[in-house]
Each structure stands twice: as structure tokens, then as C-alpha cells.
């Protein structure tokens, strides 16, 4: 089974400051990653979606990369806000039982304080 | 366009009854999933439909069942609740399965058993 994990767990930083959220998965074999930010007890809003083929995709201030070779995407927030407070959660999306599955990371809590 | 609506948003039910959540996905795709979140374990795979047909189905008892309905809707059911049933259970929608389109969700359903 896919497992995905998130560092860190929690982050907090002052306003403006850029900074990177870190995803590692174990399986290669997975078709495409995305990435998600969740608010307190919200559904999930998709921020990026990473092919397979595809190694980065940007929007906005948000860029995210995908490695998976080393098995490794990496979520880019540029000059961050107070509005980007909120639990950012990578996925990758797998093959199995000729179906496909999400497989979640635990996510990382960011607070950006003004 | 409408997003992926879930009813209802809040439930509380008693251990032992059963339940039934509904999803409708965004216009046009096909494909429905849905996941359990708690704080614990986060967010798990429950089951995968595309076409009425469940494509696959994670590791969860088999309380836990669901459908698709030939307009794409899709509906969950759990039988005898536990209170470790509590969770809020989330809805994603997509245009085909295995998507390179990625995944949208809804807001959820909140799931209190007592």
C-alpha cells in the first residue's frame, strides 16, 4: 500500500516569509499527485494537480514539483499571508483492483501570523 | 458550475442504527469516490465507483457500503454505527476514473455516533 508522508507536521512563520511543505511517497508507481489545503472542518479545495508525466505545475504564488524517482513533491508558497493558514495535504493517486485511490499524507498545519 | 454537493452536512445518530450520506457530483463526471477523515487516521480510501460500477474498494468492514446511480449520484450507507463510525466523510468527484483531471471534493458530511 502507498504510503505518503508529510514534514512538517506543523509550521508556523510571519508573514511574507516563503516557504516549502515536503512530501515523500514510497510507491513510484503512482499516476499523477495532488495537492489539497483544508480548512477547520471543511472539505478539501485542490490547489495543484501533478501528472506523472509533468514534473512542476505553478498557480499564483503556489508551486509544486513532482520527483518520482526519489519519490518526492514539494509544495512552494510564495510570500505568504495570513489567508494561507490552513492544513495543506498532498495525495497520490494510485492504481489498484482496477480502480484508483487517493493515498493522503497527515498533512501539514501552517499558521501565518501578520 | 456547481461543485460536488453532499447531504446532509450534519448527522448524529444513535450506536447500532444505520445511515445513509449522498453525494452528487460536479455535472458530467463520472466517477465518485469517498473517504473517511478522522484525527486519528486522517483521511482513508473507502470506495471508488465510475459508471455504477465500484472499481474499488479499500480496507474497511463490510458495514460500510455504497452505489452509484446511473446520473452519476452516489450514496453510502453504514450499518449497526460504532462510535468509532464518528467522522467526517467526504465525497470527490471526477471526470474519469484514475483521473488526469484530479479530484474535487465536497464539504462533507459530519458523522457523530453516540
Known amino acids: 500500500k502507498q504510503e505518503v508522508t508529510q514534514i512538517p507536521a506543523a509550521l508556523s512563520v510571519p508573514e511574507g516569509e516563503n516557504l516549502v511543505l515536503n512530501c515523500s511517497f514510497t510507491d513510484s508507481a503512482i499516476y499523477n499527485l495532488q495537492w489539497f489545503r483544508q480548512d477547520p472542518g471543511k472539505g478539501l479545495t485542490s490547489l495543484l494537480l501533478?501528472?506523472?508525466?509533468?514534473r512542476e505545475q505553478t498557480s499564483g504564488r503556489l508551486n509544486a514539483s513532482l520527483d518520482k524517482s526519489s519519490g518526492r513533491s514539494t509544495l512552494y508558497i510564495a510570500a505568504s499571508q495570513p489567508g494561507d493558514s490552513a492544513t495543506y495535504l498532498c495525495a497520490g493517486i494510485s492504481n489498484s483492483n482496477s480502480g484508483y485511490a487517493l493515498n493522503f499524507g497527515k498533512g501539514t498545519s501552517l499558521l501565518v501570523t501578520p | 458550475k456547481a461543485g460536488v454537493t453532499q447531504t446532509p452536512r450534519y448527522l448524529i445518530k444513535t450506536r447500532g442504527q444505520q445511515v445513509t450520506l449522498s453525494c452528487s457530483p460536479i455535472?458530467?463526471?463520472?466517477?465518485v469516490s469517498w473517504y473517511q477523515q478522522t484525527p486519528g487516521q486522517g483521511l482513508q480510501f473507502l470506495f471508488e465507483?465510475?459508471?455504477?460500477?465500484?472499481?474499488n474498494k479499500g480496507n474497511f468492514p463490510g458495514r460500510f457500503s455504497g452505489r452509484q446511480f446511473s446520473n452519476s449520484r452516489s450514496e453510502m450507507n453504514v450499518s449497526t454505527l460504532e462510535l468509532g463510525d464518528s467522522a467526517l466523510y467526504l465525497c470527490?468527484?471526477?471526470?474519469?476514473?484514475?483521473?488526469?483531471?484530479?479530484?474535487?471534493f465536497g464539504s462533507g458530511t459530519r458523522l457523530t455516533v453516540v
Open positions: 465507483y465510475f459508471s455504477e460500477t465500484q472499481r
Open positions: 470527490a468527484s471526477s471526470l474519469e476514473a484514475g483521473s488526469n483531471y484530479g479530484y474535487t
Open positions: 501533478i501528472q506523472s508525466s509533468q
Open positions: 455535472s458530467g463526471h463520472r466517477s
